[in-house]
């Protein structure tokens, strides 16, 4: 009787120990989630701010244009 309960008990050991294993794994990646995620949004921070700069920086760019003309076609009125 106890030759065929071994086999049994082996496998629920095996069985535990996987238990064991999926439930730390499951505690890792979960942490690994939220690390993820925390990363994804310092990124989309990062790349509001970045089409925040562009922008302004298109603005600015438009702006030295608008004044460049203003200039010179004030040279050219006092020439």
Request: negative net charge; glycine residues 2%; proline residues 1%.
């Amino acid at each position: 009787m106890l030759d065929r309960l071994a086999p049994v008990l082996d496998r629920d050991a095996a069985i535990t120990q996987q238990t064991t294993l999926i439930a730390e794994n499951k505690a890792q990646l979960q942490k690994q989630q939220v690390t993820l995620e925390t990363l994804v949004k310092q990124a989309q921070a990062h790349a509001k701010t970045l089409g925040d700069v562009r922008n302004w920086t298109e603005m600015m760019e438009h702006e030295i244009e608008v004044l460049e003309l203003a200039l010179k076609k004030q040279a050219v009125v006092h020439d």
